[in-house]
């Protein structure tokens, strides 16, 4: 029972955060269904097209084209990734933030294996990067259904894709976070460093999408494995090869924070 | 499954918090009494073998080996910095040793971590708290953590004990003052009844009237069986309450003694006057004369008094004043011999 206890605590202490992170998310795919909407019916779709700059139209391949396609900008749009991915890192850093406040020493002071305080922020971090994924998805095909008619290109399917991948990478660099507040005394510095390595690797990524010489380190980064116009198109079946790999590494991290923290000195 | 297992936990948990109660509710499991029983008679209740801490250069801690028993009140005293907390979070696992081993109730620190953790309530030196619960929810959490639920009639005679009201309960703890949260560390410490109670400065920040209910707390628990390592710099509480004291200065230990001997063995002062010039003081062996003059004498006299009484029958008294024993003046003059 000591693990969901922790998890209550967990969750009680980071409600608010939490809350307030699913409410933006959510609150974004309302925005970006309301204005694909409007450019529908306005029949500006093709004009907003046109007016993005060449290299974004040569990145997203004319996905902007049809409606279905705009309203799955809400999970792939950057401010998208990085409030879902800091959330992970947030939340997963929270081993360092129980040593940093000393509550560490009240818990382990009773019967709690160390490997339960990890275990409770890598749960945690599951499970809120899972339920606000939801929430989105939830978003969408409300909104699609309240504030737009129905429309036969949107894919209920390419959304859920898109939305476990994106999970998927929010668990690597969760992982990371909870790999470093495994070492970390502070938490501050251990989501931040995680937070610096994040954004550094997305610019990573997109550089080697957009210039030759760097391609072969693009694999280095978890945004790699998010091919959301790929996915889009529904072209290729690296789907589920990425998400594999992205779980592998949120495993490795994982497991280097599990032995980190139990052989630490708190 | 894990949600379902969770939304349980998470309703028994919340139904726990419920404000209305005298006490801070907790699951009310049949107690086991055998926790209070001793695991074995032969078992000493703290135990290091060569205990040692270094962070690279600093030796934190250098070969300790002590033993505490069961049912004694043990001081364990030393400057900031000595390694008093070092040795509790060794004791703790909250560390992890260089060199050696400690045990707690038999149990290895680090091979029997958990088991050893079972049987020890640990008040820190600074109470740590959740900034956003107050000190019925923290009472609750920390409850939850322990295998058997501890018996929520003896958290409340904790908390009517140390003043914990309902209205200072259900503030936050961020908002409680350093005594009130104290007071609280107090009431997580000794809840469980665990058989071992490590306390690091328990009375830091108490008012007399609590410093007495800790003390008699004290008393009652070593009663019945329990051991109390107890780390303080207030000296005339480690005097009152503690069987025997250890002095660590620079990670070493200077002394284990029990207070009864040094009371015995320390030399007491002791001045006398006459009312009309008297002769030399007595050459006895346990008393060394500081300063002599026809009039007065000022002694240090270990141990009994009464053969330097036997001495001066008779002769024309003024006064006798003898100061009391202060463990503090031991403990100065260990430090003094140790420099």
Same mark, same amino acid.
């Given at each position: 029972?000591?693990?969901?206890? &922790?998890?209550?605590?967990? #969750? ?15 609150? #974004? ?33 004319? +996905? ?16 998208? +990734? #990085? ?24 818990? &382990? ?10 275990? =409770? ?19 969408? =095909? ?14 209920? /399917?390419?959304?859920?894709? &898109?939305?476990?991948? %994106? ?10 976070? %909870? !790999? ?5 005394? =502070? =938490? ?7 937070? +610096?390595?994040?954004?550094? %690797? ?27 116009? !790929? +996915?889009? !198109?529904?072209?290729?079946? /690296? ?6 790999? %992205? &779980? ?15 052989? /630490?000195?708190? | ?39 074995? $008679? ?118 009517? *004990? ?51 209910? @800790? ?13 109390? @390592? ?17 002095? $660590? ?21 002791? *001045? $006398? ?27 240090? $006299? ?6 330097? @009484? ?30």
């Amino acid at each position: 029972m000591t693990l969901p206890v &922790l998890l209550y605590r967990s #969750f009680s202490r980071t409600r608010a955060l939490l809350l307030s992170l699913a409410a933006v998310l959510v609150l #974004f795919q309302v925005l970006v269904v309301s204005a694909a909407t409007y450019l529908r019916e306005t029949g500006r779709l093709s004009q907003f097209v046109a007016l993005l700059p060449g290299v974004v139209q040569q990145m997203t391949s004319g +996905i902007f084209a049809g409606f279905g396609n705009m309203v799955a900008v809400g999970y792939f749009h950057p401010v998208v +990734i #990085f409030v879902f991915v800091g959330t992970a890192i947030v939340v997963a850093s929270e081993p360092a933030a129980d040593v940093e406040s000393g509550v560490v020493d009240l818990v &382990l002071a009773r019967p709690v294996a160390r490997w339960r305080l990890v275990a =409770r922020s890598l749960f945690m971090m599951v499970l809120t990067t899972t339920a606000i994924a939801g929430l989105m998805l939830a978003a969408s =095909r409300l909104s699609i259904t309240f504030v737009s008619s129905s429309d036969p290109t949107v894919s209920t /399917r390419v959304l859920a894709k &898109l939305a476990a991948n %994106l999970v998927a990478v929010a668990w690597v660099m969760g992982a990371v976070s %909870l !790999a470093a507040a495994s070492i970390a005394r =502070r =938490r501050a510095p251990a989501a931040g460093v995680t937070g +610096i390595i994040a954004l550094a %690797l997305y610019f990573l990524n997109l550089l080697a999408e957009i210039w030759p010489r760097m391609a072969p380190y693009g694999p280095l980064s978890p945004f790699h494995y998010y091919r959301a116009t !790929a +996915i889009i !198109a529904d072209v290729g079946t /690296r789907w589920a090869r990425d998400i594999a790999t %992205l &779980l592998a590494g949120a495993s490795v991290f994982s497991i280097v924070a599990f032995i980190a923290f139990s052989r /630490r000195d708190l | 499954m894990l949600s379902t297992e969770l939304a349980t936990s998470a309703s028994e948990y919340a139904t726990r918090l419920t404000p209305d109660s005298n006490v801070p509710p907790v699951v009310r499991r049949p107690r086991d009494n055998s926790r209070d029983v001793l695991p074995s $008679v032969n078992t000493l209740a703290i135990r290091t073998e060569d205990l040692t801490k270094h962070y690279g250069p600093v030796h934190a801690l250098e070969s300790l080996t002590l033993e505490v028993s069961r049912g004694e009140i043990f001081g364990f005293l030393g400057a900031n910095g000595a390694g008093k907390t070092t040795t509790i979070r060794l004791l703790l696992d909250l560390l992890r040793p260089t060199r050696g081993r400690a045990f707690l109730n038999g149990y290895d620190c680090q091979r029997e971590s958990l088991r050893a953790r079972a049987s020890v309530g640990y008040l820190p030196g600074e109470m740590p708290i959740y900034p956003d619960i107050d000190g019925r929810q923290l009472i609750a959490f920390l409850a939850a953590l322990h295998t058997e639920a501890p018996d929520p009639e003896w958290i409340d005679t904790l908390l009517r *004990r140390f003043g914990l009201s309902e209205i200072v309960l259900d503030r936050r703890l961020v908002q409680l003052s350093h005594g009130m949260k104290q007071k609280v560390g107090l009431v997580q410490a000794l809840m469980a009844r665990a058989p071992v109670m490590v306390l690091d400065e328990p009375t830091a920040g108490l008012d007399p009237l609590m410093i007495e209910a @800790f003390c008699e707390t004290m008393t009652e628990l070593r009663a019945s069986g329990h051991t109390i @390592f107890l780390s303080s710099h207030v000296l005339s509480e480690v005097e009152r309450l503690c069987d025997r004291i250890a002095l $660590v200065t620079g990670g070493q230990l200077v002394k284990v003694a029990g207070i009864e001997e040094i009371r015995r063995d320390f030399p007491r002062r002791v *001045r $006398v006057t006459f009312r009309e010039p008297a002769g030399d003081p007595p050459r006895l062996d346990d008393v060394s004369v500081l300063q002599a003059d026809a009039r007065e004498w000022r002694l240090e $006299v270990r141990g009994a008094l009464g053969a330097l @009484f036997e001495h001066i029958e008779g002769s024309n008294i003024a006064d006798v004043d003898i100061e009391n024993f202060r463990l503090e003046d031991y403990i100065l003059r260990l430090y003094k011999e140790r420099q």
